[in-house]
């Protein structure tokens, strides 16, 4: 049985479709999503344990242990490094400063001669974790991770249409709609740690709308911020789109005149 296709709904159809092709939506992320290099070394480091370790029996378990200590001290060391990075925050001349003192810090040590002292330290160092705990804590970061980046986070979104912004949350207020002519859309300085390091290119941004409905939103850790807010430029000097149903009012075929009597 064949469907008949109006031209109504082929002019909605290819509306929405334009629709979604020229809008933008953007998330708000967690500061869990710069705990990635947590489990992508955990499961490096649990390959190399399950491919190169030995079987040891302890507290009569047998568990497989990589012989090398080093491999302990590099995932703490990642662990740790994750942590104060992402609870330290250094934007602009701030964190220009701390790459100017490291590299001080880094000759003052080199002059003295202590970096050798410190790299003799750090090999005697003996760290040791089993495959068990690599597999364990790396699925169990990576859950919470994904659960963050792809459920939580989604709880609410800001999506840019042609001269529109929608605000949408899952929960509580719902959808406001917010005219983008005069907004202002800015991204605040980057953090040395966060967005250069482990940020992969994120950033937070700062929106001030205007009109009848003002509000100011401040959106952190947004992925890939330089090509979202050339997007969103563009789409914020736009005019609005046509409304549906006018869409499809001037794409339905318009009636013949009726034809004059013949007298």
């Given amino acids: 049985m064949s469907t008949v296709v109006s031209p109504?709904?082929?002019?909605h159809k290819a509306m929405v479709d334009e629709e979604r092709r020229r809008s933008l939506?953007?998330?708000s992320h967690s500061p869990i999503f710069y705990w990635w290099p947590v489990w992508v070394m955990g499961y490096i480091l649990a390959i190399i344990t399950y491919a190169q370790g030995v079987t040891a029996q302890i507290g009569g378990a047998h568990v497989v242990i990589h012989p090398n200590?080093?491999?302990?001290?590099i995932y703490t060391i990642t662990f740790l490094c994750v942590i104060l990075m992402t609870h330290i925050t250094l934007r602009g001349l701030a964190s220009v400063s701390v790459i100017l003192a490291i590299a001080a810090i880094a000759i003052l040590f080199g002059w003295l001669g202590w970096w050798e002292d410190i790299l003799k330290a750090l090999g005697s160092l003996a760290i040791f974790m089993n495959l068990g705990f690599y597999v364990f804590f790396s699925s169990a970061v990576f859950l919470v991770w994904v659960l963050a980046i792809f459920v939580f986070d989604r709880t609410q979104s800001w999506t840019f249409h042609p001269g529109q912004m929608v605000y949408e949350t899952v929960l509580g207020t719902g959808e406001q709609a917010f005219d983008a002519r005069g907004m202002a859309v800015e991204k605040h300085r980057d953090d040395l740690f966060r967005h250069w390091i482990l940020g992969l290119g994120s950033g937070d941004l700062h929106i001030s709308t205007t009109g009848?409905?003002?509000?100011?939103f401040v959106i952190p850790n947004v992925l890939f911020i330089g090509a979202k807010l050339a997007r969103i430029q563009q789409l914020a000097a736009?005019?609005?789109?046509?409304?549906?149903?006018?869409a499809?009012?001037?794409a339905a075929p318009t009636p013949a005149a009726p034809a004059p009597p013949v007298g």
Avoid: C, D, K, W
């Fill in 212 to 216: 009848a409905r003002r509000a100011e």
């Fill in 69 to 73: 200590p080093s491999m302990g001290v």
């Fill in 238 to 246: 736009m005019r609005p789109e046509v409304p549906t149903e006018e």
């Fill in 25 to 27: 939506t953007i998330y």
């Fill in 8 to 11: 109504q709904q082929v002019a």
């Fill in 248 to 250: 499809v009012a001037s």
